[in-house]
């Protein structure tokens, strides 16, 4: 990891409350055009970047992330 957020996880379906994780900087996109469909979503018009998402980001209290967002696991 290096400039990624990172955090503990409080509510989802895919990975365990509690476990520590950190966020790619893709946390949200449209799921539905061509790049999104071919795992791209680096390139969708409506994407989200963690950093600039909502207030400070990858810096707020808390962060919300789609399914498309990528996470890893820390340890």
């Known amino acids: 990891m290096s400039w990624e957020a990172a955090g503990d996880a409080v509510d989802t379906s895919q990975i365990a409350v509690g476990d520590h994780v950190g966020v790619g900087a893709i946390a949200g996109s449209c799921?539905?055009?061509?790049?999104?469909?071919a795992g791209q979503p680096q390139f969708c018009a409506?994407?989200?970047d963690t950093a600039l998402r909502g207030h400070r980001g990858g810096f707020a209290h808390s962060e919300r992330s789609s399914p498309c967002a990528r996470w890893s696991p820390i340890s």
């Open 31 to 37: 799921m539905r055009c061509e790049f999104c469909l």
């Open 46 to 48: 409506r994407k989200h």
